[in-house]
């Protein structure tokens, strides 16, 4: 390969090792949202019929 083919290629490989890294803080985010609104949801279910979770 010529070099030029190499560092391009490298330089793929960091982006997209970037982006993979970005998208999985993301997920990481996302998910404690979801589980922060399940928690409030199940605390306003516990105090509006008096059955408790857990």
Known sequence: MKSKNVETLIREREE???LLED???RIQEF???VLTGLDDLEDMIAENSGIGFR
């Open 16 to 18: 997209l090792r970037d």
């Open 23 to 25: 998208i999985m803080e």
């Open 31 to 33: 998910r404690e949202e």
